[in-house]
């Protein structure tokens, strides 16, 4: 049967339904350091290649699993942009009224864009400064509490269900971090744009752990089997951020706060028996060093469509109901 469908609720889950679906989409972690360096140069920015990445899943009540293969070439040219490799790894599930995500992944190979202004070893032609050693690292705890009870996350994503109207609730997400960059040992600011009075510069990773509370609110509209979904909130954190004094010195820590902002935007087509929905997702982090400050965005952008099939334990049922 279709679980809880009656015309007093705003969704309809399918748990007795086996899904299959697939996706298509990419991941990226581009990252920025800003200060005042030598020149007129005040952010240099570092930016990862990526693959196209194809996924193939199942879900049926409590199971759920997808494998995935990222495409052969990269999107972008590896002589301007060098070669990176991303792992990703990941899972969810819900609990009463909250819903519970927990995510770690790696981007190691990054390039410094224009870096010709400050290296006269590159040209225009050729302006960035590949860096295959350079890692971004990112791991999250986060739980987001709903406090209207038919906002249901299984119907946001689309997969096991969808709104059938509009739905609306605050939030409070929960959320613990740690995250930042490495460039083994090696000073992660290129050495033209090091500032002698300020050991930050030369540092060879920037690092953190933060947690805090994150309050929004969450709104769901369905018209015409079209459904859209967005979810925003801003709060602050505790963070305890870390750097190297110099590019082998030893470890210093800080302890400060920090801002943080919480943004989902899911939006598609869902009928009973199939469904096809864009899904985004944008992680913001930043670690401010007083005039030094590193931000990172790690974000995904997918296709994912799928069909919906009956069980045999569903068409039996149905069946016991026409008679």
Not at 51 to 64: D, N, S
Not at 82 to 100: D, I, P
Not at 149 to 169: L, P
Request: glycine share 8%; with cysteine; hydrophobic share 35%.
């Amino acid at each position: 049967m279709v679980f809880a469908q009656t015309d007093s609720l705003p969704y309809e889950i399918y748990k007795k339904k086996v899904v299959l679906y697939s996706d298509f989409g990419y991941t990226s972690a581009p990252f920025s350091l800003s200060y005042n360096f030598p020149g007129t140069i005040n952010k240099i920015s570092y930016r990862n290649n990526y693959k196209e990445v194809l996924g193939f899943g199942i879900c049926h009540k409590w199971f759920a699993l997808r494998l995935f293969h990222s495409s052969k070439g990269d999107a972008k040219s590896e002589e301007m942009y060098g070669k990176t490799t991303y792992f990703g790894v990941g899972f969810n599930f819900n609990l009463g009224k909250s819903y519970w995500d927990f995510d770690y992944r790696t981007f190691t190979g990054y390039a410094v864009k224009n870096a010709y202004q400050w290296n006269p070893a590159l040209t225009s032609q050729l302006p960035n400064d590949i860096r295959p050693n350079t890692k971004s690292i990112g791991f999250s705890i986060n739980s987001w509490y709903f406090y209207n009870k038919d906002f249901k996350i299984q119907a946001v994503f689309g997969k096991t269900g969808h709104f059938i109207k509009e739905v609306r609730s605050w939030y409070v997400k929960s959320t613990f971090n740690i995250y930042g960059v490495t460039n083994e040992k090696n000073s992660l600011i290129p050495i033209q744009l090091i500032d002698p009075s300020n050991s930050k510069t030369s540092s060879s990773y920037f690092s953190a752990i933060d947690f805090g509370v994150v309050p929004g609110y969450a709104y769901a509209n369905r018209k015409k089997n079209w459904q859209i979904t967005g979810i925003l909130g801003l709060g602050a954190v505790i963070q305890n951020k870390h750097y190297t004094v110099g590019p082998n010195g030893p470890d210093r820590g800080l302890i400060g706060l920090a801002p943080r902002y919480d943004i989902k935007i899911v939006g598609g087509y869902s009928v009973p028996k199939f469904f096809v929905f864009v899904v985004t997702d944008f992680d913001n982090k930043s670690i401010r060093f007083n005039d030094l400050i590193y931000k990172q965005s790690f974000f995904s952008i997918k296709l994912v469509g799928g069909i919906r099939i009956n069980t045999k334990e569903k068409e039996k049922k149905n069946k016991k109901e026409k008679n």
